[in-house]
């Protein structure tokens, strides 16, 4: 679970989890500025530092260091993509591709429903969560997450 806050007092955010992929913020806020109020909660969501779509109002959004938050790993590139996935009609491995030098995703849902990913790294030559880092011409190393540089 992850919320945004307003230590300041400047901006009041309230946060709604929803299957803790995107964090819609709630109504009734004013921007920094004073110069327009957002009405619904669709037209104001917070950046992927708190696990929300990358929808900035005006340069400026959520990220900004007056609020606490956590990290999403997979920012969305529009409102639309993330409406998309919480909806349940997006696939994460289609439209993020979070397998980096040629590594295979599949989509996957936690016990707690969590839409997310694994990489499949084999015959790559490279290994990690995401095949991120290359597989070291020595394999002595005792880190489990290299099997998949072994090839056979």
């Not at 997006?90 to 030098?101: A, F, H, L, T, V």
């Not at 839409?115 to 030559?125: D, L």
Request: glycine share 6%; with cysteine; hydrophobic share 30%.
């Amino acid at each position: 679970m992850c919320a945004c806050f307003s230590l300041h007092g400047t901006v009041t955010v309230v946060a709604l989890i929803v299957l803790s992929m995107c964090i819609f913020c709630k109504a009734d806020i004013e921007n920094y500025d004073n110069t327009e109020r957002v009405e619904t909660i669709e037209d104001y969501i917070c950046t992927q530092r708190f696990k929300g779509c990358k929808v900035n109002y005006k340069e400026r959004s959520c990220i900004e260091e007056e609020f606490v938050g956590c990290e999403n790993p997979f920012p969305y590139k529009t409102k639309r993509e993330c409406l998309r996935d919480f909806r349940g009609h997006g696939n994460i491995c289609e439209y993020r591709k979070p397998c980096r030098n040629n590594g295979t995703c599949s989509p996957i849902t936690t016990a707690n429903h969590v839409r997310t990913f694994k990489c499949e790294c084999a015959a790559t030559g490279y290994y990690g969560d995401r095949c991120e880092h290359k597989c070291p011409k020595d394999l002595s190393a005792k880190e489990p997450k290299m099997l998949a540089c072994l090839q056979i």
